[in-house]
């Protein structure tokens, strides 16, 4: 019987309470004793949908049976009653159980497989009415999978666990475990309480485990609300300091961890978590884990969830890969390279020594075409050794595991042997290179000659071990071949005897071996000369069964035969998985260096095809790109024969601004050049060569992005309260080494409420943050701000018109737009005539109505500009004050004026003003 875990919160599918059976149902009285059983394993797993094995089928039954009918599709019905009701089942044949755990797992439920554990010829010699054994031999949640088909072979299957402490202003530093028990990745690391929400959205996990008290933290509920993955509490009791590093030592087999490096005690609470989660879900199975690695505070550019979704970098808005940044730069050939390069992607580096050695890494493989495309080619066949290793390490790997481990240790020694004595090897490729060797090539030798060219799946399937390589096993085979060719020869010579040329001798599990003919000759066996030879079974409804002396003996042969050779085959395969799992720390190092190499070709086989350069990253405060891309977009457009149009963005505040303003109509391509800089920047820091002609970017801390609109209606938050808590995030931890890319910054409220947010946030970026940011617009007001920001500049995209149309020629530009063109885009959007016409006339009063108000508002007159605005700095005037201010204003027609100019116009005046004497 399995210990019950603690109980999740699934995200999707059901709740917790949705599985926990009542107390009228799981009361055993009056039932049957296979339904007592149930029951009893049931009340052990309430939190969990049991698969009760029964002959072919795993069985749901009571709640269980309705959840999974739902969830599955299955057709749900009845098998007897219980507490004077109906009790609804329903069940998935166990040869498809996979099938169906992973449409559960996906839905975010979890499953508790009970298995017969007992021969059922052992429970008949019990009594009539004894019930087979049974016991839960594991618990399949979505963060401890291991299977290949439930899982997906391009990205990790995260256990994130989280522990804390409190520090000295009563706050909390949260430690962070990071397992996949599917390749034996294991990391450790701690994150300040302000950006916990980012480094869980960063690693993407698919389960994650925490304590009762973590989980309850008010302050934390609207973060559990918000997480895509299963959140399971577990009891506070078991996850003190002292027990969590036992189970890390008795993991690893250390006296100490000193050896690991120093963790904090948050770090140590985490992974104590993970284990104990592990520990329960695998019934005491111990996964093969790397040990810890201690990943340093701030080793990778921060981008918090919002900026994750905004920028799209592994999943689109909408949840798929493709269309994703991801997608659009994966050239990996191998499964264990995508899963890393969707790791690197999610957290770039900020370390610039590591980013370099990257890109050289790559260089060399643009430069040396030939080495490139023989590494892809050996990488393509190299299957996955890290899953396949987990899968033997938990006792669940067959033959083709071991055949998996065989041919990309191969791969790993064709390529070693490949990069050995190359001239000029990076410091990256010559690491990899040397982890390539850390497996004895005796293994591979012994793992060629052991196993034959076609496996099966499972081990107990048995015909696994190539012939001739175990005489043992070949004379047992052999024995029960020819067991089978007597078989062939005593069914001719009964058919003779009898004169039946129908007579068959068969096999099933019932009966073992019989003979079978017609019911017309079974009657003349029972009475005739094949009385004394023929021993009768069975009569069916047209033919009748026997056995015979010689034919019960036959039989023990060939069973005997069949047992023996299976019984070899299965002592061979622990010797050769113990002979695995005794350097499973060399495979481990073997399947990283693979992956590196990978995911180095992988972005230098695309730099190759799409003319991507190398960027130059600095400890500056830079940011010069020129001719830069859209990866995506690009792409796109390259399968459409459409071209892209290259733009430069400078905001290195050498000449220019830090901050870029960008108006522009709409569709002009404001949104595509905002996004496109920032996905350079996190190429850059991941170690790939970027879109473009030329790059030369300080290092960047932090990316912050608030693109688009959405509702967040439950939690009861409208667009703009959305774009608001987002703009305040970014105003709050922007430093000056950070990058930011704001679009349209107050245009989900009022006019003037909007255009006073934007500016004072255009303000505060400048004054107090004093990042590269760029800031699109649709407030012309904001233009203005040029002529008192040092470091602010304008830029708008190019449009052009002929004949009443409007042409978007997506050319970033410095200056600032006429207007936004917006009735164009409505009439490219299909809207109809009518309301186009009427639209027109409506803008154009409004416009003469803007112009001819006498009293326009003086924005700095407005409490909030004038509390952050800095005064201006005027040019010394050319002309005597008085003469200045009198021209200033002769030259102002108010009733031409727009209002941007007119603003322009207040400020010209003002600063005049403030030259006199």
């Not at 603690?6 to 339904?35: E, F, H, N, Q, W």
């Not at 040092?790 to 708008?796: E, G």
Request: net charge negative.
């Amino acid at each position: 019987m399995s210990q019950r875990p603690a109980r999740s919160v699934p995200k999707t599918g059901a709740a917790p309470s949705d599985y926990t059976t009542s107390a009228a149902i799981l009361d055993t009285a009056g039932a049957t004793p296979m339904m007592a059983q149930y029951i009893e394993i049931k009340a052990a797993n309430t939190d969990c949908l049991l698969f009760y094995r029964m002959g072919d089928f795993y069985e749901l039954f009571f709640e269980d049976a309705e959840i999974a009918s739902r969830a599955l599709g299955i057709v749900l019905t009845k098998r007897g009653k219980h507490a004077g009701a109906d009790i609804p089942m329903c069940g998935v044949p166990v040869e498809r159980s996979d099938d169906y755990l992973s449409r559960l797992i996906a839905l975010g439920h979890r499953v508790a497989v009970c298995a017969q554990t007992e021969d059922p010829a052992e429970a008949k010699k019990r009594g009539p009415r004894s019930v087979v054994r049974r016991e839960v031999v594991r618990l399949v949640t979505p963060g401890t999978i291991t299977e290949d088909r439930l899982l997906d072979p391009a990205r990790a299957n995260v256990l994130l666990a989280i522990g804390r402490r409190k520090v000295a202003d009563a706050s909390f530093v949260y430690g962070l475990a990071v397992l996949d028990i599917s390749t034996g990745r294991f990391s450790l690391s701690e994150v300040p309480g302000t950006e916990l929400g980012a480094a869980i959205a960063r690693h993407e996990p698919r389960e994650i485990v925490l304590s009762e008290v973590i989980h309850a933290d008010p302050a934390l509920a609207r973060l559990w609300r918000e997480i895509p993955a299963p959140v399971t509490p577990l009891p506070q009791g078991e996850l003190e300091p002292a027990s969590a590093e036992r189970r890390i030592k008795a993991q690893f087999g250390v006296s100490t961890l000193d050896g690991f490096g120093q963790f904090g005690r948050a770090e140590i609470a985490a992974a104590g978590a993970a284990l104990l989660y592990v520990e329960r879900t695998q019934i005491g199975a111990r996964p093969t884990l790397s040990p810890p690695t201690r990943e340093a505070t701030g080793a990778t550019l921060a981008i918090d969830a919002s900026t994750r979704a905004n920028l799209e970098l592994t999943r689109t808005l909408s949840g798929e890969r493709r269309g994703s940044l991801l997608d659009a730069i994966d050239r990996t050939v191998s499964a264990s390279g995508a899963r890393l390069l969707a790791e690197q992607l999610a957290g770039p580096l900020t370390d610039l020594a590591a980013i370099h050695r990257r890109h050289a890494a790559v260089a060399y493989l643009v430069e040396d075409g030939p080495l490139r495309t023989l590494c892809r080619e050996i990488l393509a066949r190299a299957p996955d050794l890290a899953r396949a290793l987990s899968r033997l390490g938990l006792g669940r790997g067959g033959p083709r595991d071991l055949a998996a481990l065989r041919d990309g240790l191969d791969a790993a020694q064709g390529l070693a042997a490949r990069l050995d004595g190359l001239v000029g090897l990076p410091d990256d490729l010559a690491s990899l290179a040397e982890r390539l060797l850390a497996v004895d090539a005796e293994l591979v030798s012994s793992l060629h000659a052991a196993l034959a060219d076609d496996l099966p799946l499972k081990r107990t399937d048995g015909g696994f071990v190539r012939a001739g390589h175990d005489p043992q096993i070949d004379e047992a085979r052999l024995l029960g071949q020819d067991s089978r060719k007597v078989i062939a020869a005593l069914q001719s010579r009964y058919a003779e005897e009898t004169g039946c040329r129908t007579l068959r001798i068969k096999h099933n599990n019932m009966l073992g071996y019989y003979i079978e003919v017609p019911q017309s000759v079974g009657e003349g066996c029972l009475k005739g000369v094949m009385r004394e030879t023929f021993i009768h079974r069975q009569t069916m409804v047209d033919a009748m069964r026997f056995t015979s002396v010689e034919l019960g003996e036959l039989e023990g042969r060939i069973a005997g035969a069949s047992d023996r050779a299976l019984a070899l085959e299965s002592a061979l395969f622990d010797a050769l998985s113990s002979r695995i799992l005794a350097q499973a720390a060399g495979i481990a190092n073997v399947a990283e260096a693979l992956a590196g190499l990978d995911v180095a070709s992988s972005h230098a086989d695309l730099a190759v095809e799409r003319d991507w350069r190398r960027p130059v990253v600095d400890d500056g405060y830079g940011f010069v790109v020129e001719g830069g891309r859209h990866p995506v977009v690009e792409a796109a457009l390259r399968q459409s024969g459409e071209p892209f149009i290259a733009n430069d963005c400078d905001l290195s505040g050498e000449g220019r601004g830090r901050i870029r303003l960008i108006t522009g109509p709409n569709m002009g391509g404001k949104s595509t050049y905002l996004r496109q800089n920032a996905l350079i920047a996190v190429l850059a820091q991941i170690g790939a060569f970027v879109p473009a002609a030329h790059v030369r970017l300080g290092l960047v801390d932090r990316l912050f992005s608030r693109v688009g609109a959405a509702d967040d209606l439950a939690r009861g938050q409208s667009t703009f309260m959305v774009e608001m808590v987002e703009t305040a995030a970014i105003l709050n931890q922007a430093t000056r080494r950070s990058l930011v890319i704001l679009d349209e910054i107050g245009r989900g409220t009022a006019t003037f409420d909007g255009l006073s947010i934007a500016w004072a946030c255009l303000e505060h970026l400048h004054e107090q943050n004093g990042c590269r940011a760029l800031f699109a617009t649709h407030f012309h007001e904001l233009t203005a701000l040029g002529q008192r920001l040092a470091h602010l500049d304008n830029a708008t995209l190019k449009v052009a018109e002929h004949k009443g149309e409007v042409v978007f020629l997506h050319e970033v530009v410095p200056g600032v737009a006429e207007r936004s063109y917006g009735l164009q885009v409505a009439r490219l959007a299909g809207l109809p005539a009518g309301v186009i016409a009427r639209a027109g006339s409506i803008l154009k009063n409004l416009e003469k109505a803007e112009r001819d108000r006498p009293v326009r508002p003086r924005i700095d007159d407005l409490p909030l500009f004038a509390a952050l605005a800095p005064p201006p700095l005027p040019e010394a005037p050319a002309e005597p004050p008085d003469d200045a201010l009198r021209l200033a204003l002769d030259d102002i027609d108010p009733d031409a004026l727009t209002p941007r100019e007119a603003l322009e116009a207040l400020y010209k005046l003002k600063a005049v003003q403030s030259a006199r004497p």
